[in-house]
């Protein structure tokens, strides 16, 4: 197959088949496109349920944003996890990555979008959040996000506790695309994201645990070689041949340990 062949073929895999406008757009009398203050939040979230729980209190409701909590569902490497009352602490260890969720669930108008992020706190703390920051109208469900720990030190995040800020805009008035919603749970999220740094950190742990192991041994190894040279140096008995066997076992033991740590050196 020639060059104009494979782009031939790759022409007709693509799909370009023109979408239907058919989602009409409408915005009331008194609603006008721009971002929504705190009042206007609160009023959907009371009246059609745009965020479920809704907590008016100082650490959630903003002037022009409102901070999400941490949810039940997170996942670190392969293992899918819950947290609850009793057991709330989410620990990200260092350069680990969890894929989190929302404690509220979002239920956003067609006229409305939402923009999301880590909240300040989590970003100072060395976390780095990963998703799409824009949150389509008609959405409907949870939000998941994988989080990165790229500090030194583990970040533990709390069960219902504010991890995440979004702010509404209101669109203009028009027919959009309708939203095709193809995710409402983790699991319908199939990944099995895992830190590259976080691995490589283990590996090198690992070599100084066997490196450590290593030098144990040498240095309890030349404890018994002095000790033995002492004992025959402060005696006036000459080595006799049990005692040069004994010596001869202590170097053979310091040899031994020592080609023991050069294998497990190479073998890291």
Known sequence: MNKSEETKKETEEIDITPVELSEKVELARNEKPGVLVSSEIERLAQDHKM?????RDKKRLKPAAYHLSLGEHYRIGKKNKLLSDKDPYLRIEPYQVAIVETWEELDLPKNVIGRWNLSISGVYKGLLWVGGPQVDPGFKGHLYCPLYNLSTLPVTLVFKEPFATMDFVRTTPGYSVPFDQRRRKMSDYVTMLESAPEDTLKKVNEVRRRVQVFET???TTIGIIIA????IAGSNVKPDFATLWIIIGAVATFASGLLIGLVVRRGT
Not at 51 to 55: A, D, L, R, T, V
């Open 51 to 55: 965020i479920h729980p809704f907590y």
């Open 217 to 219: 041994t040498m240095l």
């Open 228 to 231: 033995a040279l002492a004992i």
